[in-house]
T-cell receptor
Framework: TQLLEQSPQFLSIQEGENLTVYCNSS?????LQWYRQEPGEGPVLLVT???GGEVKKLKRLTFQFGDARKDSSLHITAAQPGDTGLYLC??????????WGAGTKLIIKP | NAGVTQTPKFRVLKTGQSMTLLCAQD?????MYWYRQDPGMGLRLIHY???????AKGEVPDGYNVSRLKKQNFLLGLESAAPSQTSVYFC?????????????FGDGTRLSIL
């Protein structure tokens, strides 16, 4: 059974600080996606990484796919209250079905 | 842009009652999915469909049935609701199933079984 572990489960920091969220597995994924979910809404895709070692930037968010395609990280620089939400990673397994992490709940305090 | 629409948004059922959750998408997507989201467990796939008239089991299919009679609609049924089915249910759709395609989600149905 393929599993994706996210850490930390919960993070509360002040506006302006930097943070990193991790997504780890013992399995290899063909691709990995990061979603953000706000209360009362469904997840919304932020980015898809496909190649081992790939780095993608989305404004203040930097996403990296591990060289072995088993792990990924999301780094936020100078966090803002608008970054508050639940961040979910999802890896595409051997049958292309998504395996979801449990999520990191992020709160950015003004 | 409607995207994926789920109805109802909230529902309270008694144990043993039945109900159907409705999902409609207007993006002409082939693939549709039903997930449940529980605290600390992420999204778990219940059933999915790769096209009109087809359905397949996901990770946690027991106690649920689905139908995809029209390409734009995917229905999730609970024949005899149990308290363990209390959850938030999300429908999603995608153009392909290759894992690189984004899944587009509805806003969820919050279901409580008493």
């Amino acid at each position: 059974t393929q599993l994706l572990e996210q850490s930390p489960q919960f993070l509360s920091i002040q506006e302006g600080e930097n943070l990193t969220v991790y997504c780890n597995s013992s399995s290899v994924f063909s691709s990995l996606q990061w979603y953000r979910q706000e209360p009362g809404e469904g997840p919304v895709l932020l980015v898809t990484v496909v190649t081992g070692g790939e780095v993608k930037k989305l404004k203040r968010l930097t996403f990296q796919f591990g060289d072995a395609r088993k792990d990924s990280s999301l780094h936020i620089t100078a966090a803002q209250p608008g970054d508050t939400g639940l961040y979910l990673c999802a890896g595409a397994g051997s049958n292309y079905q998504l395996i979801w992490g449990a999520g990191t709940k992020l709160i950015i305090k003004p | 842009n409607a995207g994926v629409t789920q109805t109802p948004k909230f529902r309270v059922l008694k144990t043993g009652q039945s109900m159907t959750l409705l999902c409609a998408q207007d993006m002409n997507h082939e693939y549709m999915y039903w997930y449940r989201q529980d605290p600390g467990m992420g999204l778990r796939l219940i059933h999915y469909s790769v096209g009109e008239g087809t359905t397949a089991k996901g990770e946690v299919p027991d106690g649920y049935n689905v139908s995809r009679l029209k390409k734009q609609n995917f229905l999730l049924g609970l024949e005899s609701a149990a308290p363990s089915q209390t959850s938030v249910y999300f429908c999603a759709s995608s153009y392909q199933k290759r894992g690189r395609e984004p899944q587009h989600f509805g806003d969820g149905t919050r279901l409580s079984i008493l």
